[in-house]
């Protein structure tokens, strides 16, 4: 059976990557997909783990030689999907969930019609303010500019299939989980289940 592509989208702080971690480590079916991207990493994030991280010129060769699903500028850098390892993963069955802004996340629905998009919301602004100030690793010419643009990516929620509420952590990943179970569940994904065995 292929597997699900889950797109998480939402403001920078938003507390994504939390609730993607803790997801993935309690299913041995769900694989995250690492981004690339060109912008320099931060203090404890790993090369192949975090982000591919590359150089522009490596990254205009990605898209020229088609090796991305879908690709973004965000505040001044590259991001995009490696298309190789997703495909390979679905097809051993592995659902696939991914943190990509709201550009590209419109792009993989575009591209790929079944993928499941689901935007992360913050209780506040300021909330998304308070996680970037504790998280300390952005300038704040930067964080100002993830701010504004926070501000833009939760009026292009709406064409998204879900909105998750992280007011609490526990509860964001009770929600989370409940949409790829639903989805999982649909009888689109079932049918064939009982026409094998009846
Ligand atoms: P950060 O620099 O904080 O790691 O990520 C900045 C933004 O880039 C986040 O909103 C994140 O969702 C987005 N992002 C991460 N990976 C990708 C990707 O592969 N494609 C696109 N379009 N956006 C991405």
Redesign the pocket.
Known sequence: MKGKLFV?????GVG?NTILNRVIAASDHVRY?V???S?QSRPGEVDGSS?YFVTRERFEEMIAQDELL???E??G?Y???PLAPIREAMKDGFDIV????V???KKIKARVPEAVLVFVAASSLDAVRQRLIARGDVSPEAMEE?LKRAVW?CSQAEGYDYIVLNDDVDHAVRELRAIMVAEKCKTVERIHLLKEEF
């Open positions: 998480l989208s939402g403001p920078s994504k997909s981004s690339a991207t912008r982000y879908e690709y973004a965000y505040v850098n991001y995009g999907t991914m943190d990509v802004e550009i590209g996340a993830r990516e």
